[in-house]
């Protein structure tokens, strides 16, 4: 498995954007993202949905040597483009797998090349006019919904959701999509923010989120992975530790019922 910062493979992958925010969320560690486009497609231009993994629930982020996770950090591109990879099923990065050299700043060496260029060849991602894919720049939240939302077939919606997504906002669609699907949320004022960088555990909330997984604090098993900036009086602290910890479980057949975790599993090598 490739020793990056944060993790797997697509299911959610592709995203639709939680890109999170709840409402009550602080834009506090935010920044504006490349303006530059480079996530454009049509709603409807999707993969096969089967191609996230649902029903296991491993670890899709990874936390760092020193025994932290950084939820409040910014996540590039290739962070982004690898952990849809993971959530991938086996099936379908096979059936994605490319040889290709699509972007020029993403040689053989590059640790992320083999998940670029998966998501690259399965339509998910896209590169910059210029040929280049700037993996290492990081991620907006319309960019990261955009991916998100390409692992589901979403209704577009005409009228916006957010008072700062203009009518011809090249991810009007996504984000007014998954919003239907209760996949995001935006602001207290009632904006989006989409030019904003997205931070990990804005991204893990929406991932959870397109996946159907949530565990609250009762349902976590006591050999659970923690993490020393991830204390349980975080608001992400359950959202952090259902990312980051591979595990058996169980739930009510109801939909958006939380889990109760039986086991915890070592992490899958990718």
Request: hydrophobic share 40%; aromatic share 10%; net charge negative.
């Amino acid at each position: 498995m490739k020793g990056i910062p944060i993790s797997k493979g697509l299911l959610v992958i592709a995203l639709i954007v939680i890109v999170i925010m709840a409402g009550s969320m602080l834009a506090q560690g935010t920044s504006y993202a490349d303006p530059d486009i480079s996530l454009q497609m049509g709603v409807n231009d999707v993969i096969d949905y089967s191609a996230l993994e649902k029903a296991d629930h491993f670890a899709y982020v990874i936390g760092y040597p020193d025994g932290l996770v950084k939820p409040l950090s910014a996540i590039t591109r290739e962070e982004a483009a690898v952990i849809f990879y993971r959530l991938m099923t086996e099936e379908s990065r096979m059936k994605y797998a490319a040889e290709t050299h699509s972007f020029h700043d993403v040689n053989d060496s590059r640790w992320s090349k083999v998940e670029i260029e998966t998501l690259a060849n399965a339509k998910v991602v896209q590169g910059y006019p210029d040929g280049s894919f700037k993996p290492g720049e990081s991620i907006s939240r319309a960019e990261f919904a955009a991916i998100a939302a390409k692992f589901d077939q979403l209704d577009a919606k005409d009228e916006n959701k957010f008072s700062d997504i203009e009518q011809d906002d090249w991810a009007k669609d996504y984000i007014n999509a998954s919003t239907e699907k209760g996949w995001i949320k935006g602001y207290g004022d009632g904006t989006f923010r989409p030019d904003y960088i997205i931070i990990r555990c804005e991204a893990m909330m929406l991932i959870n989120n397109v996946l159907d997984r949530r565990v609250n604090l009762a349902g976590l098993h006591k050999d659970a992975v923690q993490w020393r900036d991830n204390t349980p009086d975080k608001w992400y602290y359950e959202i952090v530790l259902e990312a980051t910890n591979t595990h058996v479980y169980e739930r009510v057949d109801r939909p958006k019922s939380t889990e109760t975790w039986i086991k915890i599993l070592d992490n899958p090598s990718w």
